[in-house]
């Protein structure tokens, strides 16, 4: 990142992972990681009521599937990308210009403080993105300050981990016996906008009327086949395994290499998961 974009200090952390090695690590994974949540995305889109003359903005946009997509919806509009991620964003432009799209541009800011132009938007949507802020309420009202009076907001997030079942079940298999605390539900995390009371109270705060949570429920897909996934899901969890001596990683590869035998289908390795679609109008 440049050291002309102001990134806010509550999201030092985050630049530092998305602008590193989780970035990299999910740019060099960005098919999988598209084809995973494939089973969300026609929904997701549709909700955000994105028309051919739609300004968009997708938030948290990775490698920019959403944002590509959204752009042939708006083929007489115009789409813009953010992430913190500058090796996700380089991966994104080279996607939007192999397809041809040139209704579309990708900037690497920080979505909590950038000033967005004011009232510019029709809509603003995000696939999996906007649960990482240091500070959602200011973020969300800097989003909300970018969207015109009426436009909408249509969100995908993660429901509470139980829900997850790929979740609970890779870091049982590969914590190998010990005890792992689950990701917070509070604070930066996969979780933080998983509780739909403080949703739409955060929302509600932050400029948003209307706001509606849809309950979603859609399998993940991991691989085309056991070794496939196992792969993916080890490189994923590398921190897991880290601390592990031999014997111990090679147990919990063995047995993730089983779990993941159990969940082959035709269509490859699938696990349960449930997202919220968040769907709300700026006031």
Same mark, same amino acid.
């Given at each position: 990142?440049?050291?002309?974009?102001?990134?806010?200090?509550?999201?030092?952390?985050?630049?530092?992972?998305?602008?590193?090695?989780?970035?990299?690590?999910?740019?060099?994974?960005?098919?999988?990681?598209?084809?995973?949540?494939?089973?969300?995305?026609?929904?997701?889109?549709?909700?955000?009521?994105?028309?051919?003359?739609?300004?968009?903005?997708?938030?948290?946009?990775?490698?920019?599937?959403?944002?590509?997509? !959204?752009?042939?919806?708006?083929?007489?509009?115009?789409?813009?990308?953010?992430?913190?991620?500058?090796?996700?964003?380089?991966?994104?432009?080279?996607?939007?210009?192999?397809?041809?799209?040139?209704?579309?541009?990708?900037?690497?800011?920080?979505?909590?403080?950038?000033?967005?132009?004011?009232?510019?938007?029709?809509?603003?949507?995000?696939?999996?993105?906007?649960?990482?802020?240091?500070?959602?309420?200011?973020?969300?009202?800097?989003?909300?300050?970018?969207?015109?009076?009426?436009?909408?907001?249509?969100?995908?997030?993660?429901?509470?981990?139980?829900?997850?079942?790929?979740?609970?079940?890779?870091?049982?298999?590969?914590? &190998?016996?010990?005890?792992?605390?689950?990701?917070?539900?509070?604070?930066?995390?996969?979780?933080?906008?998983?509780?739909?009371?403080?949703?739409?109270?955060?929302?509600?705060? !932050?400029?948003?009327?209307?706001?509606?949570?849809?309950?979603?429920?859609?399998?993940?897909?991991?691989?085309?086949?056991?070794?496939? &996934?196992?792969?993916?899901?080890?490189?994923?969890?590398?921190?897991?395994?880290?601390?592990?001596?031999?014997?111990?990683?090679?147990?919990?590869?063995?047995?993730?290499?089983?779990?993941?035998?159990?969940?082959?289908?035709?269509?490859?390795?699938?696990?349960?998961?449930?997202?919220?679609?968040?769907?709300?109008?700026?006031?």
């Amino acid at each position: 990142m440049s050291d002309s974009t102001a990134v806010d200090p509550s999201n030092v952390d985050q630049l530092r992972a998305w602008d590193g090695n989780q970035g990299e690590f999910w740019t060099s994974r960005a098919d999988r990681f598209n084809e995973g949540v494939a089973g969300y995305q026609d929904r997701f889109l549709d909700a955000a009521e994105i028309d051919r003359a739609s300004t968009v903005l997708d938030i948290g946009c990775g490698s920019g599937q959403t944002t590509r997509d !959204a752009a042939r919806r708006a083929v007489d509009g115009s789409v813009l990308g953010v992430d913190l991620s500058s090796s996700m964003i380089e991966l994104a432009r080279r996607l939007a210009a192999r397809d041809e799209l040139s209704n579309v541009a990708f900037e690497q800011v920080d979505a909590q403080v950038h000033d967005f132009p004011e009232q510019h938007f029709d809509v603003a949507i995000s696939r999996h993105g906007v649960m990482f802020f240091g500070d959602p309420l200011a973020a969300f009202r800097n989003i909300a300050r970018a969207v015109r009076p009426g436009g909408r907001l249509a969100l995908l997030t993660w429901q509470p981990v139980e829900r997850i079942e790929w979740m609970t079940a890779f870091r049982t298999l590969l914590a &190998a016996g010990r005890e792992l605390p689950l990701p917070p539900s509070t604070g930066p995390s996969p979780f933080s906008l998983s509780d739909p009371d403080a949703v739409r109270e955060l929302l509600s705060a !932050a400029g948003f009327d209307d706001v509606q949570l849809h309950d979603l429920a859609e399998p993940m897909y991991f691989g085309r086949d056991v070794d496939d &996934a196992c792969d993916f899901i080890a490189e994923q969890h590398a921190w897991l395994l880290a601390d592990l001596d031999a014997d111990d990683k090679s147990r919990a590869i063995a047995d993730l290499r089983a779990d993941l035998a159990d969940h082959q289908t035709e269509r490859g390795v699938l696990y349960d998961s449930a997202a919220w679609l968040v769907e709300a109008r700026r006031r």
